[in-house]
């Protein structure tokens, strides 16, 4: 299973969170708005987190 694009990501973590901060959703709405949001995050953090390991390790064999 491949990854989908950062940049996709990052927009679906937009969406939810355009719709938390709207509030005008109906409570259960913004309850799975607020889960998706988390979920995204979380994910998004991990892939950055990986995306700057490879760049430190691509940085440190350029510099050797």
Excluded: N, W
């Excluded at 938390?20 to 995050?41: F, N, S």
Aim: net charge negative; no cysteine.
């Amino acid at each position: 299973m491949s990854e989908r694009p950062l940049d996709e990501l990052m927009a679906d973590l937009e969406k939810a969170i355009s719709k938390l901060a709207d509030g005008t959703a109906p409570l259960e709405e913004l309850v799975a708005a607020h889960q998706q949001a988390v979920k995204l995050l979380a994910e998004a953090q991990s892939r950055l987190a990986e995306l700057k390991s490879r760049a430190d390790e691509t940085a440190q064999l350029l510099a050797q």
